[in-house]
């Protein structure tokens, strides 16, 4: 029971807000924007791997195509 009034409590927008308080409480305020530097960086590595890896599989579809 006490578990579904929980849920029910942080369904809405209040989890982002429970969030960054827990990550001000563990890191600092400090740190933050050190961290999201950090995860934009990443991020951006994970984007770029995405296309790399979209461009490869379209550029061997490509080319099993033309051997068939």
């Keep these: 029971m006490f578990g579904m009034n929980l849920a029910n409590f942080i369904a809405?927008?209040?989890w982002v807000f429970i969030i960054v308080?827990?990550?001000v409480l563990i890191f600092g305020a400090k740190k933050i924007p050190e961290l999201a530097?950090?995860?934009g960086k990443a991020k951006g590595e994970f984007e770029?791997?995405?296309i790399e890896g979209e461009k490869e599989l379209k550029d061997f579809k490509d080319k099993e195509a033309k051997s068939d």
């Design 48 to 50: 770029k791997g995405k």
């Design 12 to 14: 809405g927008q209040e």
């Design 37 to 39: 530097k950090t995860f």
């Design 21 to 23: 308080i827990a990550v």
